[in-house]
C-alpha cells in the first residue's frame, strides 16, 4: 500500500465537499452553509476573478444560482487542480481538468447518499496528492514510476462495495478503508469475511475489527497513517475526535 502524504487542500472548498448539499437549491440553505464557511478574502477573491464574467454579477449566491452548485463545484476544484499542476492560477476554468474526478465519482455514486460530495472530495485528494508527490519527490523509498497508476482505487474496492446493502455517508473513508485492507490481506479473503458477516449478520464494527486484527504491527501502523493523512488533507476533525459512520 502506498504511503498517502498530507496535502495541504483548499480549507474552504474541502469543507464545502463535505456537507450535505442535497438541498442545494434552496436559497436558504445555501446561504445557511456559508454563513458557517465564513470564506476568506483571498477564496472570496477568486471566485470572483474566475466566475463574474459568466454571470456579470459579483457574489458567490449570484455565481451559484446561476451555475447550480455541481457546476460551480467542478469548475472550482479545476482551478485548484491548475494552481497544483502550473504554481499560478490559470486564465478561466478547465473542467477537463476534472474529468477524471467526475468518471471515478459516477462509478460510486450508487455507493453513497445522494446530494454528497465525498467521493468528489476523495478522487480530488488523490488527484493533488498524486500531483504533490510527482513534483516533490517525497517519500523516496516509494518508486515515482508507476505512480498514477497507483494512486486509483483498485477495481476489487469496487467489487467488495457491492456487498454493501445501504449507501455510506462517508464513502471516502469506507473506500480507503477497504483499499487498505483488500491490499495487506487479498481479496479472497476479505471476500471471505464480508462474506461471513453477510451470512452471520454481524455489526459493521465486528467485521472492521476482524480485518483490523489480521494486520500485522507495520501494517497497522501504516493504515494509521494513512488515514490521519487523509484526515488532516481534507481538514477533518472526525477521525481524532469521533466515531465514524461508515
Known amino acids: 500500500m502506498i504511503k498517502l502524504p498530507n496535502v495541504?487542500?483548499?480549507?474552504?472548498?474541502?469543507?464545502?465537499?463535505?456537507?450535505?448539499?442535497?438541498?442545494?437549491?434552496?436559497?436558504?440553505?445555501?446561504?445557511?452553509?456559508?454563513?458557517?464557511?465564513?470564506?476568506?478574502?483571498?477564496?472570496?477573491?477568486?471566485?470572483?476573478?474566475?466566475?463574474?464574467?459568466?454571470?456579470?454579477?459579483?457574489?458567490?449566491?449570484?455565481?451559484?444560482?446561476?451555475?447550480?452548485?455541481?457546476?460551480?463545484?467542478?469548475?472550482?476544484?479545476?482551478?485548484?487542480?491548475?494552481?497544483?499542476?502550473?504554481?499560478?492560477y490559470p486564465e478561466v476554468t478547465d473542467t477537463e481538468l476534472v474529468r477524471d474526478i467526475l468518471d471515478l465519482?459516477?462509478?460510486?455514486?450508487?455507493?453513497?447518499?445522494?446530494?454528497?460530495?465525498?467521493?468528489?472530495?476523495?478522487?480530488?485528494?488523490?488527484?493533488?496528492?498524486?500531483?504533490?508527490?510527482?513534483?516533490n519527490k517525497v517519500f523516496e523509498d516509494n518508486k515515482i514510476e508507476g505512480l498514477t497508476e497507483f494512486f486509483k482505487v483498485p477495481d476489487n474496492v469496487y467489487k467488495l462495495l457491492e456487498y454493501s446493502e445501504l449507501k455510506n455517508w462517508y464513502i471516502d473513508w469506507m473506500v480507503l478503508i477497504l483499499w487498505h485492507f483488500q491490499s495487506y490481506l487479498g481479496m479472497d479473503k476479505v471476500k471471505e469475511f464480508i462474506e461471513q458477516h453477510c451470512r452471520e449478520k454481524k455489526k459493521v464494527i465486528n467485521i472492521y475489527g476482524q480485518f483490523y486484527n489480521e494486520l500485522t504491527i507495520e501494517q497497522k501502523s501504516e493504515f494509521a497513517l494513512n488515514m490521519l493523512a487523509y484526515g488532516q488533507s481534507i481538514g477533518s476533525k472526525d477521525i481524532f475526535c469521533e466515531s465514524l459512520r461508515v
Open 8 to 88: 495541504y487542500l483548499p480549507p474552504e472548498f474541502s469543507k464545502l465537499l463535505q456537507f450535505n448539499l442535497h438541498q442545494f437549491d434552496k436559497m436558504d440553505s445555501l446561504e445557511s452553509i456559508y454563513d458557517k464557511i465564513d470564506l476568506s478574502m483571498h477564496t472570496k477573491l477568486i471566485i470572483e476573478k474566475f466566475f463574474q464574467h459568466i454571470t456579470g454579477k459579483k457574489g458567490v449566491h449570484n455565481f451559484l444560482r446561476y451555475l447550480g452548485w455541481m457546476n460551480f463545484r467542478d469548475r472550482l476544484g479545476s482551478v485548484y487542480i491548475y494552481f497544483m499542476l502550473y504554481d499560478r
Open 105 to 135: 465519482e459516477t462509478r460510486l455514486a450508487k455507493f453513497t447518499v445522494d446530494g454528497h460530495s465525498r467521493s468528489f472530495l476523495l478522487f480530488f485528494y488523490l488527484k493533488m496528492a498524486r500531483i504533490y508527490i510527482l513534483k
